[in-house]
């Protein structure tokens, strides 16, 4: 894998992990605006739009944003302009790489395309979906999947801990997690080895808390009823086994929610465990 490949994962798992920190510094524009203070939105942010491609000799970009999204003007501004910043930083790293000294000017050239859609919706709470697919050189391409969470009427992103009240034990949410990890690896590869939570590096169940994730819509209209795991490849096992995206219900975590967020959370999932997306048939070879 080239420095430069490894860099751009490393970046996209960073990004979709950094949300679940409670903690941290809040990011410019997430401090609610002070009694008669106006929020600054510059007409470039107004005006963003939902889409972004761009084509060169080195890499083709894309980005696609959900419609959902314009209501929450801060957040399609922010997160627009955060992911076209990273689609240029990759066209100009593929340049970097691809036109380097002694680079192969047969090599195919770069992709990374960003698809960005609506997980959940509550009176509260937008619960989003980002998928990362990357070419950057090798045999295949990578896909990573991550979600963002954002607070409607605190007009900022917050992340699994925020769910939760302070301090809450979520070992029963880990150990329901690594449990249907293990029933879902075993359904798709039966031989496969249990992993464990605390296990050794590369088979150990991943905390809950350190998980990207999205709300699960269920059986109450405008109520969510779980929360869907992203386990994106190389995570609990290897890479022939894929991702995973594992749901569980809130019934099995209800009593540790906080109260500002309880009433998000109703009703049954459609389905438990498991609910990873049929991946779509490979393109058939071109003919000669």
């Known amino acids: 894998m080239s420095a430069f490949r490894a ?10 992990l950094s949300a679940c920190n409670r903690d941290r510094e809040p990011a410019p524009g997430d401090r609610p605006a002070a009694a008669g203070e106006t929020a600054t939105v510059t007409p470039a942010d107004a005006a963003a739009p939902l ?3 761009s084509k060169t000799p080195w890499a083709d970009v894309r980005l696609t944003l959900p419609d959902a999204i314009r209501p929450q003007p801060d957040l399609h501004a922010r997160l627009y302009a955060e992911e076209v910043r990273l689609l ?7 340049q970097g790489e691809l036109t380097e000294a002694g680079a192969d000017t047969g090599r195919p050239k770069y992709e990374k395309t960003l698809t960005v859609t609506v997980a959940a919706e509550t009176g509260k709470l937008l619960s989003l979906k980002r998928v990362d697919f990357d070419y950057s050189g090798g045999a295949n391409p ?14 900022r992103r917050i992340g699994l801990a925020d769910l939760f009240r302070k301090g809450a034990d979520l070992t029963i949410l880990d150990e329901a997690l690594c449990s249907a990890i293990n029933a879902a690896r075993r359904a798709r590869v039966p031989d496969s080895t249990s992993i464990s939570l ?14 990207a994730f999205v709300l699960a819509p269920g059986s109450t209209p405008g109520k969510v009823a779980g929360l869907i795991f992203l386990i994106n490849p190389y995570q609990v096992g290897p890479r022939v086994e894929g991702a995973y995206e594992i749901a569980l219900p809130v019934s099995g975590f209800r009593s540790l929610l906080a109260v500002a967020y ?5 009703g049954q999932l459609l389905k ?5 997306p049929a991946m779509a048939p490979a393109p058939a070879p071109a003919a000669n």
């Open 51 to 53: 889409a972004f491609e």
């Open 88 to 94: 240029r930083q990759f066209t100009e790293g593929a």
């Open 272 to 276: 438990t465990g498991d609910v990873t």
């Open 262 to 266: 309880a009433d998000d959370f109703a």
């Open 142 to 155: 990578n896909t990573l999947t991550s979600g963002i969470l954002w607070d409607k009427s605190l007009k």
């Open 198 to 211: 605390g296990g050794r590096p590369g088979a150990s169940c991943p905390r809950a808390a350190d998980t």
């Open 7 to 16: 860099l751009l994962l490393t970046a996209a798992l960073a990004a979709g």
